[in-house]
């Protein structure tokens, strides 16, 4: 009987959401060797790394002095492979989960693509991003955020002990409006928060387009990112929208943050599942879909419908609802549009 793969959780958050701190409290539980963990720290002195190495049994490796999303990825490609031989060689059972905290500047999509290259090791690989209830951003920090939240599967909300209600709230109204495709965890008690956070199928929610992307006039709704649902009612020809999607992402590049949908494709009786964080895309499943139609969702940083539907295509022009932010002074944060036709210029 073949062994279930390997979880590799890439553990991401802004600095000081507190990544090391939801880390320690799992680890704390009695984590053994069949949980590694890689730290990276941008510094030269891994401080993240002292702290974990604590926990005594927990195989633990360093990478110090860049970022694993950049300058660290021929390090990070070898250390998972070390550590994947090390298992091999002392068991036949591989380790249950690999736990990579990222530094606060790093953006899981650099990562989930460095990990690519490792698809032979045959692991799970999800986004755990933390976000504290506290949190104050400033706007040039803003994409990274953006980055590191469209990006997740799950997100963690962290420092709830350090928050008044109405901050509580603004953070789950943030998460919600970066997010609509994420599992949100609100979990005051630290161990069942840990516990849920790394737990092998903690996943992202089943895809539901309406009742993430309807909500209306959520406040401080940020200009920079939208959400376009596509929806085609006509099956699709497959080789035409994969040449679709790879020029999004292309035209796109870093202000891609996630897409997710399903699609009924030519010649073929099940759905298709589409999903990709930053420009890394899984590979494509076939999936029972309720619906007959085929939809997507495209979380994007600075740009509009207009543009993304201005690129050239194949396909048949899509039904496009929007989901975006208005900036005007005093107004509430985003205004939905359905649904909205839009045609590829020529």
Excluded at 100 to 129: I, K
Excluded at 185 to 208: C, K, N, W, Y
Excluded at 215 to 233: K, Y
Excluded at 285 to 312: C, E, F, H, M, N
């Amino acid at each position: 009987m073949k062994p279930e793969p390997t979880d590799f959780v890439i553990l991401s958050g802004f600095l000081g959401s507190g990544k090391t701190t939801l880390l320690s409290e799992f680890l704390a539980q009695g984590a053994d060797e069949s949980t590694a963990v890689i730290v990276n720290d941008v510094g030269e002195v891994n401080i993240d790394g002292a702290i974990l190495a604590v926990h005594d049994g927990v195989p633990m490796a360093t990478l110090g002095n860049g970022c694993v999303c950049c300058s660290l990825i021929n390090d990070l490609q070898f250390t998972v492979e070390s550590l994947i031989a090390s298992r091999q060689e002392t068991t036949d059972v591989p380790f249950s989960r690999i736990v990579l905290e990222c530094s606060g500047l790093s953006d899981p999509g650099g990562v989930m693509r460095a990990l690519s290259a490792l698809s032979s090791l045959d692991m799970r690989v999800r986004v755990v991003t933390t976000y504290a209830a506290n949190n104050e951003i400033n706007r040039d920090d803003f994409p990274l955020l953006a980055a590191q939240v469209c990006g997740a599967h799950t997100v963690i909300v962290t420092k709830l002990d350090l928050c008044h209600e109405a901050q509580r709230l603004h953070a789950l109204d943030e998460i919600r409006l970066l997010a609509p495709l994420s599992r949100c965890i609100v979990e005051r008690d630290r161990t069942r928060r840990a516990t849920a956070a790394f737990s092998a199928g903690t996943q992202a929610t089943p895809l539901v387009f309406d009742s993430a992307m309807t909500r209306i006039g959520l406040p401080g709704g940020h200009a920079r990112v939208r959400a376009f649902t596509l929806s085609w009612e006509a099956r699709l020809d497959w080789h035409a929208f994969s040449d679709w999607m790879e020029n999004v992402a292309g035209f796109l590049d870093r202000r891609l943050l996630r897409v997710k949908g399903i699609l009924h494709v030519q010649n073929c009786a099940d759905g298709v599942l589409i999903q990709a964080v930053g420009q890394h895309f899984d590979l494509p499943k076939r999936i029972v879909a309720p619906s007959s139609r085929s939809q997507i969702v495209v979380i994007a940083l600075d740009t509009d419908a207009k543009a993304l539907l201005a690129i050239p295509t194949r396909l048949p022009p899509p039904q496009v609802s929007t989901f975006s932010s208005s900036t005007s002074s005093g107004d509430v944060g985003f205004r939905f549009t359905r649904p909205l036709m839009l045609f590829p210029s020529s």
